[in-house]
């Protein structure tokens, strides 16, 4: 007997990786670190182990105009990918963490936004990737010496400076110890459709005749 099998990846969970190239990323990231050091000094005592962040106004501020265009592009294309960009994104909040030689960063994901990201501004030999957990209840896991995106319960984004990452913001993910020399530092930044309760949140169906 003959058989056609087709598979059919139903929900799947994207995760968009952004490169500036090169030559590009090498000033843009040292003038963002020049204005996150303006932020940041003089450091505040925090325990061995923790990062830290700035305030979450980045975009609201003119040092981070081109950052946040870059934010507003990439979203957008990211939006069309999904063909959800009839919905304008806004940034709800953006922030830098700094990572120092041993912190991390616990498990979580970003409630209240449909969008988050990452940007690498500057990354140790032997910085920490970023790791996503699986959101799918698979409690069955065969060990088969080599994982595949249907198999793993994890998956890693190299964190690599000039670049940005961005991932629903639903998806579980959190940045092992920082086992470089040097601080880790990062941009993040949560998107939120503008007037969501005004545009996609209404019901989109009618009521039928006789129905009030
Ligand atoms: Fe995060």
Redesign the pocket.
């Known amino acids: 007997m003959k058989v056609k099998q087709q598979v059919r990846e139903h929900f799947p969970t994207p995760v968009w990786v952004l490169d500036i190239a090169s030559s590009d990323a090498a000033p843009f990231n040292a003038k963002l670190k020049d204005e996150i050091e303006k932020i940041i000094s003089p450091r505040p005592k925090v325990p061995s182990g923790s990062n830290w962040q700035t305030p979450h106004d980045l975009h609201t501020r003119p040092a981070f105009a081109e950052f946040t265009q870059l934010v507003e592009i990439s979203a957008r294309s990211v939006a069309q990918y999904l063909n959800v960009d009839r919905y304008p994104l806004m940034i709800t909040g953006c922030w830098a963490n700094i990572n120092p030689p041993h912190a991390y960063h616990p498990t ?1 994901n ?1 409630p209240n936004n449909y969008l ?1 990201g ?1 940007y690498y501004v500057a990354v140790p030999d032997g910085g920490p990737e970023l790791i996503f957990q699986d959101p799918r209840p698979s409690l069955i896991m065969p060990w088969t010496g080599k994982l595949n995106p249907f198999t793993a319960n994890a998956a890693a984004e190299q964190a690599v400076p000039g670049r940005m990452v961005i991932f629903p913001s639903w998806l579980r ?1 959190h940045v092992p110890s920082n086992e470089g020399k040097s601080e880790r530092i990062s941009i ?1 930044f949560n998107l939120m459709f503008t007037n969501f309760a005004e545009t996609a949140a209404k019901p989109r169906w009618k009521a039928s005749a006789g129905e009030k």
């Open positions: 979580h970003h988050s990452v993910h993040s």
